[in-house]
């Protein structure tokens, strides 16, 4: 069997919130069916469509935008260019005029209620992230296919491996932390130079840089709006933004007018730990805010954990002066390659995993991208890496009312501080000493992310979802 093939677009895409798994990857299934419709049959001779959500995607679906997401994924929009200002007026005229237009092409009858079903008590035994579409012709036959959202906004058609990309020849293969560790000893190359090696197999370097900073502008913009957003967040839970609180706090009045002269203002303040550490959980509000209220944002590699490896780049680019474009190169490259050791070697999808698959994953991400670009060696990048996920392990998805809010948005705020202590404990210690290996960790994770009680598993059946009363006041 051919080895999985993981770009690091496949683990960095630009979506819209608020969850990968829940939101952009049935917003890709949809299109996915779409496209395969057309091939199946003409557009205008559908004259009805369902969508029948299973398990995690029916029960915490309305919380996750699961239902905006197939909608518009049907109608035609993407979720890299939709206007998300225009997300509320869509799904409103669909819902009032119960027409659905297919494609941007054909319009059907479409009744929210009853062409819309959540499955709550059914789950399909693949995943628990489970859609059927079903297409009905005019001629009286129907059309259905069955997708898997497995987390991180990848997606598999029941039936096919999921592999959507052209298979190539890379030159460092990677399943495991130890055939990466391989790789970079025998070459002397550091974790983000093997992974623009085997990105070359693909596109040539300057695509793939190009592609890297287009991703980190739409991070950099994130950052920077949810900095600036006040209000309250969507969903019924009253949650108050405060990513924007705390920028003016600790800017105090200091002029700025866009992105560059606001690092510049930051930098004023100096290097104080408890200025750092405001600092770094205001980007990670800053994002998941932006995130929960369906804003663009970029899968880091989930959108429930996004806020993570941009609160540390962040301060990266603030702190540690790595504002330049192959040190930001370096930091996302890094970041991928130990994203993609865990897909294959565990899960990034809380409804497998729990939130130790999100959080967890990002935390060592952003740990071991911090450690190689502050100088660390290549065993001192997987060690930050190591030390990261092993402080997640067991940590459990239990979102309040279904919503990526409480506690969800504080946690990727805790995930980039460990991320930061993580890096800095693997910086002062010596790699040949270490007794856990990041392997261990990923095999550790799966088999407590397979023991671990599905209430805990993005269910929102156990957990704080379950002991917290949905009408609690803001504090």
């Not at 005229?93 to 237009?101: R, S, V, W, Y």
């Not at 104080?272 to 995130?291: K, P, R």
């Amino acid at each position: 069997m051919q080895k999985e093939q993981i770009s690091v677009f496949d683990i960095f895409k630009i979506g819209i919130g608020p969850s990968s798994s829940h939101t952009l990857g049935p917003w890709r299934a949809a299109q996915q069916f779409t496209a395969s419709l057309q091939k199946q049959a003409d557009l205008a001779d559908v004259v009805q469509v369902k969508i029948l959500l299973y398990g995690s995607l029916a029960k915490t679906g309305k919380g996750h935008g699961t239902d905006i997401a197939v909608l518009l994924g049907l109608a035609g929009g993407d979720p890299v260019t939709f206007d998300v200002n225009a997300i509320d007026s869509t799904i409103e005229a669909i819902k009032q005029e119960q027409l659905l237009t297919l494609a941007g092409e054909q319009t059907i009858p479409f009744s929210y209620t009853e062409d819309l079903i959540f499955l709550f008590a059914e789950s399909l035994p693949f995943h628990p992230n489970a859609v059927t579409f079903q297409a009905f012709l005019n001629n009286g036959k129907a059309f259905s296919e069955t997708y898997y959202s497995i987390g991180g906004g990848f997606v598999v058609k029941e039936g096919e491996n999921g592999s959507e990309k052209e298979q190539v020849d890379l030159p460092f293969p990677v399943e495991k932390a130890s055939e990466l560790l391989h790789w970079c000893l025998s070459t002397g190359l550091k974790v983000s130079e093997v992974v623009m090696e085997n990105e070359a197999a693909w596109r040539p370097e300057a695509e793939t840089r190009k592609g890297v900073m287009q991703h980190f502008n739409v991070i950099r913009d994130c950052i920077y709006r949810g900095c600036h957003t006040s209000g309250f967040l969507p969903g019924g839970l009253d949650v108050a933004r405060r990513a924007s609180k705390v920028n003016s706090k600790l800017t105090a009045g200091e002029a700025y007018t866009d992105y560059d002269s606001w690092v510049q203002v930051i930098r004023k303040g100096g290097n104080g730990f408890n200025y750092i550490l405001d600092w770094v959980s205001c980007f990670a509000l800053a994002v998941n805010e932006e995130n929960a209220a369906f804003g663009r944002v970029v899968t880091a590699p989930t959108n429930g954990a996004a806020g993570v490896i941009p609160a540390v780049l962040q301060y990266f680019i603030a702190f540690c002066d790595g504002y330049t474009e192959d040190k930001i190169i370096q930091f996302i490259c890094c970041a991928s390659e130990i994203g993609s050791i865990f897909k294959k070697g565990a899960t990034i999808s809380a409804a497998m995993g729990g939130c130790q698959a999100e959080i967890g994953v990002s935390s060592a991400m952003a740990a071991a991208a911090l450690t190689e670009c502050l100088g660390g060696s290549q065993r001192q990048v997987l060690m930050a890496a190591e030390i990261a996920m092993e402080h997640h392990l067991g940590l459990t998805c239990d979102p309040i009312g279904g919503l990526v809010q409480i506690p969800c948005i504080e946690r990727n705020t805790m995930g980039a501080i460990k991320a930061i202590t993580a890096s800095q404990l693997a910086l002062q210690t010596n790699p040949d000493k270490a007794k856990v290996s990041l392997d261990a960790v990923v095999n550790t994770m799966w088999e407590t992310a397979l023991d671990m009680n599905s209430k805990y598993k993005e269910t929102s059946d156990g957990g704080l979802a379950t002991n917290i009363p949905l009408s609690l006041p803001e504090c």
